[in-house]
């Protein structure tokens, strides 16, 4: 491979998987000509960026694997960016959901990597938007982003995607009333998933009515991931045209920016040095975390 960056970009941009693979590995792990390849890029690339987010069990991995088998079946190239949740004793990522789209592996219009969250509490790292932007500068139609399910801290997609998908699932009529506030403010669209279930109809109802006291309509709709039902619908929502206006805009570049200034900010911090320092600072009977962290900053 030339490693040149603009002769990176010209294969990744023709849709070489192998160029592309290494691409995003040499951004994800910081390592020449990372940087380069990222200041030459078009930030304004227009592919769609798909959130897909929910609490664990809803089956956002299955239910990405039948909105992918939707957009193929129409020839189109699809990227899916999976992120996992990040080991804590070795920071990789665990790859939990990855069997699900097992079956998506040897089709030559899907693009699949997984991410660890690398300690973002919303699963969205700096690494995610560079990984991202890399993918969009590639020719996929639809580029989907599946996050982990971990509460309220789930609102960083909104910093990202250009629509964001909430998965839900029903377990009582009532259920309703705890979905967390954060995700009723991200949702451009509700999915209740495995809607064969009892209570799910109830669950969908009043669903619809919380939103509906909302500003803006936010549709709800019912599918059974699984089984492909109610992915037609979803499907077309998904190939709806996105109106971005200005404000969103500005607030979806200040939250990339934001990321990144943070982890540039931060990039010389080796996390595995802080576990042991930490280690010997806790031996000592008068540890308090304040002066350890202004220490370790500061030196």
Known sequence: MNNTPLSILSE???GN????????????NDVSPADSILKNLDSRSGTPVIGITGPPGAGKSTLVNAITNFFTLKNKRIAILAIDPTSPFNFGSLLGDRIRMAGQFNNPNVFIRSLAT????GGISAKTIEMVD???????????????GVGQSEVEIAGLADKTIVVLVPESGDDVQHIKSGLMEIADCFVVNKADREGADTFANNLKKMVHQGVKLIPVLKTVADKDIG????????MEPIFNTSHRQEFLFAEKAWKLIQNNKMRNVDKKKLIKDIQKALKQADFNIYRFADH????
């Open 12 to 14: 990744v941009k023709q």
């Open 17 to 28: 998987y192998r160029v592309l693979a290494r691409t995003l590995t040499l951004v994800e």
């Open 231 to 238: 992915i037609d619908e979803l499907g077309r929502w998904i």
């Open 134 to 148: 890399v993918l969009k500068a590639s020719n996929f139609d639809l580029i989907l982003i599946e996050t982990v």
């Open 118 to 121: 690398r300690g973002a509490l």
């Open 296 to 299: 370790f900053i500061n030196g």
